[in-house]
């Protein structure tokens, strides 16, 4: 990079004050922000952008009062919410007249020279090549207001009725495109499009399908939803984008050393997309300022082919007058502004005939529809192949073989059937039903209480196989090191193991069966797993994948069990003494229990020879906590997962929630709301010293 002032001396020594060095870390990270997410030119790796993010936490939690407004520590998501406040639009959020024909444009500008030339003399009467238009993609999005108040942001709203908006801001600060803190001292109000990129959407909705989930229509709803979740975390991992394409209020600049501020003034729309731009915000760069409304129709009619290039969804066009002084002339009406308008495009849609439906079984079991179509040209590309979700999604449209369907592309890229031609039907067509064994294994097909989606119940199903072992192995499951998901994937492809159990039994001379194997990395899987069958019974039942059975109930079950003989013994009465255990949660545990190969499988886990903590009887276990229930929260001084092992090798449970059934909450600093319910409900609040004298 040649701009001097950018280089980064990342062995700077801390400088005597924490607090400028807190100032200097938060307003560099926010430089890099910038780049990263904005301009896409990066200048330092993500190694050296993640230990000055972590530098920052640190001084943070140290020196809590050192804290500036706009931190990018702000990103990270905390308690998750009861319920969304309403925040008041000081300016209105109205919404554009829709048009979506040529003609209606030509009739807004007809209708913007009447109003115009109304107070004009004659001599100086407007044409239509007077008159200037800024043209931009219309977003399809969810609408939000942005308020900052002297550089920092202060409010985040969704349009909501146009007036009052609910208060979305700790969701907003997660999009990393959002900037907490501007370059300019100002007030200011701007408006933007929070969307989810396509490619974000695809994965997305392949995950919830695999999962078993009900998939986003499109990524409208997939944005909508993701910004209004009470828990910020979930919206953080959704990955979405924003432009913003307005400011409501004239930005109140601050001078330095000045109490008083100055009002900036724009002339045209143009000028204040480019002031976005320069106070780092995401502006879309695709719009173009145009003379009279046939230059204008010219460029719509380009970007209907173009727009299906982008990453993002448009479903059609904003056309300004861009000259910003004829807007008080123009005026609004009860809903819009007279001065724009958005033009719609016609959603490419084709007619095809569905000449099958086959079930596909994803790697987490999940059983999905796939209609084969009728190979037909759509959006530029040969559909031939269209994913009908789940059982309820076909009887809710009544999907049939044989039936002529209406298809379109979910945000331009997923094939989906829309509806069906029922005018077209074939006669003695039978409704589709889903089949009540899997068809890669055989087993029995199960669904969960709350679930739509259909699951084999067999862990030994092959479809499943790949993923299934990859968990087996992973650092939340057994937790066997240098087992990468190709190493297994090889293993399940060149046929050296067929179920999970197979994967202790392997030795030096398996491994060396697999293409590029060499001895020393083989030697070295093969003592891995070796020294890897004594386990927890905990770490055992997560690795099992019971549907519905995490990691935290993985460890409530395994502290109240003790070994996998009474677990597997337990009915729904005794599972649902347990605080994690609902009756879905019991329910799905019955289920894998009663599935015979499920069983043959954990028969040939402890044939492998692997043993469970309570049968290899090891010392450092003790029963001190024996009962006890320990819910965490906030920074403790050594690492979660440390904390709630030591709890539960000494017989206690890490439940996540706090109830009347708590123990003890083990406070760590700047605590969670976790806090307040536990003081509510008269739990004991103890630290982490305490609990050192507790198991001591």
């Known amino acids: 990079m040649k701009d001097d002032t950018m280089q980064i001396n990342f062995s700077q020594s801390r400088q005597d004050s924490v607090l400028p060095r807190i100032k200097f870390l938060g307003e560099l990270i926010a430089r890099l922000d910038r780049e990263y997410y904005v301009l896409n030119m990066p200048s330092v790796s993500d190694l050296e952008y993640d230990k000055l993010l972590a530098e920052l936490a640190q001084l943070e939690r140290e020196h809590p009062e050192y804290i500036q407004p706009g931190s990018p520590s702000g990103r990270v998501a905390g308690e998750p919410l009861k319920e969304f406040g309403e925040l008041n639009h000081e300016t209105p959020m109205l919404s554009l007249g829709n048009s979506y024909n040529i003609s209606d444009l030509r009739e807004f500008e007809t209708r913007v020279l009447k109003d115009l030339n109304a107070l004009r003399p004659p001599s100086a009467t407007l044409s239509s090549r007077d008159i200037s238009y800024c043209v931009e993609l219309k977003f399809d999005g969810l609408s939000i207001s942005l308020v900052y108040k002297r550089g920092v942001l202060h409010r985040a709203a969704t349009r909501g009725n146009g007036r009052i908006g609910e208060d979305v801001t700790q969701n907003i600060k997660t999009i990393k495109q959002v900037p907490l803190t501007l370059p300019l001292d100002c007030d200011i109000t701007v408006r933007g499009e929070i969307f989810m990129p396509r490619d974000v959407f695809a994965s997305l909705n392949k995950e919830r399908e695999e999962a078993g989930e009900q998939v986003f229509a499109n990524p409208r709803n997939a944005a909508a939803g993701s910004v209004r979740q009470l828990d910020s975390r979930i919206t953080r991992q959704r990955k979405l984008n924003i432009f913003l394409y307005n400011i409501a209020s004239a930005p109140a600049i601050y001078e330095s050393g000045e109490k008083e501020a100055r009002i900036k003034t724009f002339e045209r729309h143009s000028e204040t997309l480019s ?73 490419e849609r084709a007619e095809t005939l569905v000449e099958s439906i086959e079930i596909q079984v994803g790697k987490m079991g999940t059983l999905t529809p796939v209609a084969n179509l009728k190979t037909v040209a759509l959006g530029g590309t040969k559909i031939s192949r269209a994913s009908l979700h789940n059982a309820e999604e076909i009887a809710a449209k009544d999907i049939r073989v044989g039936d002529y369907v209406i298809i379109e592309k979910a945000g331009e890229i997923i094939p989906q059937v829309v509806e069906v031609v029922f005018s077209k039907r074939p006669e003695g ?55 990468g998901e190709k190493i297994v994937e090889s293993l399940v492809e060149n046929g050296v193991i067929s179920n999970m159990a197979d994967i202790l039994k392997l030795t030096q001379i398996d491994f060396l069966k697999l293409p590029r194997f060499g001895d020393k ?85 402890f044939a492998s020879g692997l043993k469970t903590i309570s049968e290899t009887n090891v010392s450092a276990v003790s029963q001190k906590l024996a009962g006890a229930t320990f819910v965490l929260t906030g920074t403790l001084p050594v690492s979660r997962e440390k904390a709630e092992e030591l709890i539960e090798t000494n017989g206690g449970s890490c439940p996540a929630a706090v109830s009347k059934k708590t123990s003890y909450l083990l406070l760590g600093e700047n605590p969670g709301s976790k806090y307040e319910k536990a003081l509510k409900l008269g739990v004991k609040v103890i630290s982490y010293e305490d609990l050192l004298k507790l198991v001591e």
């Open 275 to 347: 002031f976005l731009s320069s106070l780092g915000f995401c502006v879309c760069e695709n719009y173009s300022v145009l003379n009279g409304i046939e230059e204008v129709i010219e460029y719509i009619e380009k970007w209907d082919s173009l727009r299906h290039n982008l990453n993002y969804d448009t479903d059609g066009m904003v056309v300004k007058i861009d000259a910003l002084d004829y807007y008080e002339t123009l005026g609004y009406t009860a809903k819009s502004p007279r001065f724009a308008i958005a033009y719609k495009y016609a959603p």
């Open 521 to 605: 990395l083989a030697e070295k899987l093969s003592e891995e797993i070796a020294s890897k069958k004594n386990t927890s019974l905990a770490r055992l039942i997560t690795a099992l994948q019971i549907p519905l059975v995490g990691e935290t109930t993985a460890a409530a079950l395994a502290s109240h069990f003790k070994t996998m003989e009474r677990f597997i013994a337990a009915n729904a009465d005794e599972l649902l003494k347990i605080n994690e255990v609902g009756e879905r949660i019991a329910l799905s545990i019955k289920n894998f229990f009663e599935n015979e190969s499920n069983m043959k499988t954990i028969e040939a886990i």
């Open 429 to 483: 067509s039978m409704p589709f039903e889903m089949p009540s064994t899997c068809p890669a294994c055989g087993s029995k097909v199960i669904k969960n209480e709350g679930e739509v989606a259909l699951r084999c119940s067999s862990i030994s199903c092959k479809a499943q196989l790949v993923r299934k072992a990859q968990f087996f192995v992973s650092k939340h499951a057994l937790d066997f090191e240098g087992f």
